[in-house]
């Protein structure tokens, strides 16, 4: 099966500038999650989706960040404008839907974009 | 609250020697626990989890982690090192009621494996 597909893999921009991510989940997969990942540090949730529904967005700085997963299926994680803190790693992940037992199949993860805010 | 502590930043084992890796878990609630690995400009890769059966769980590549529950703790190990093993390495926990399964990682372990 094809995996989480992320793009672009690597983004340069200055601080105050907008920029966007975009991620295709594995077909079929119902959740889907952005992470951050800042170096040195592990990845931290930003947002988690049901289907076409927020479940979890309590560590999304809402002030600047946005998400949205339309029709269930693609997402994009917005931020605007961006700070310097924002450089990290964002990953995206999808696993199947919970009543098919998620834990038999979890996360999975792209490879993630790199912002890099100058 | 779930937290997850791993201990050393940085670990650097010979090849062919034994591999520990360690991680320590808070969880209010029976934990799911799970180590990943990460690859140089890679996402994650699961490696093995616990969901509440066998506490010795095998995963993938030669690595095995134990549940203690008395030390609440989760240490991966391998018993010999391979130079492919080098990469940074997660544990992570979840909440075990179903629809909580999102993870709070750690902080990672980068694993230098020296020739």
């Known amino acids: 099966e094809a995996g989480v597909a992320q793009s672009p893999r690597y983004k340069i921009i200055e601080k105050r500038q907008s920029v966007a991510f975009w991620c295709n989940p594995i077909?079929?997969?119902?959740?889907l999650y952005w992470y951050q990942q800042i170096l040195g540090q592990g990845p931290k949730l930003l947002i988690q989706?049901?289907?076409?529904?927020?479940?979890?967005d309590s560590q999304l700085p809402k002030d600047r960040f946005s998400a949205e997963r339309l029709k269930g299926v693609d997402s994009t994680l917005k931020i605007q404008p961006a700070k310097l803190e924002d450089s990290a790693v964002y990953l995206c992940?999808?696993?199947?839907?919970?009543?098919?037992?998620?834990?038999?199949?979890?996360?999975?993860f792209g490879n993630g974009t790199r912002l890099t805010v100058t | 609250a779930q937290s997850v502590t791993q201990l050393g930043s940085h670990v650097s084992v010979s090849e062919g020697a034994l591999v520990l890796l360690r991680c320590n878990y808070s969880s209010s609630v029976p934990p799911y626990l799970f180590w990943y690995v990460q690859y140089p400009n890679q996402g994650l890769q699961l490696l093995l989890k616990y969901t509440s059966a066998a506490t010795l769980v095998k995963g993938i590549n030669g690595f095995e982690a134990e549940f203690k529950k008395s030390e609440t703790s989760f240490h991966l190990t391998k018993p010999s090192a391979h130079m492919s093993d080098a990469a940074e390495y997660f544990c992570?926990?979840?909440?075990?009621?179903?629809?909580?399964?999102?993870?709070?990682f750690g902080t990672g372990t980068r694993l230098t494996i020296i020739p």
């Open positions: 989706f049901q289907n076409n529904g927020v479940v979890d």
């Open positions: 992570a926990v979840s909440d075990s009621r179903i629809g909580n399964e999102k993870l709070t």
């Open positions: 992940a999808s696993s199947p839907a919970v009543a098919t037992s998620s834990y038999n199949s979890p996360l999975h």
């Open positions: 077909s079929g997969h119902a959740t």
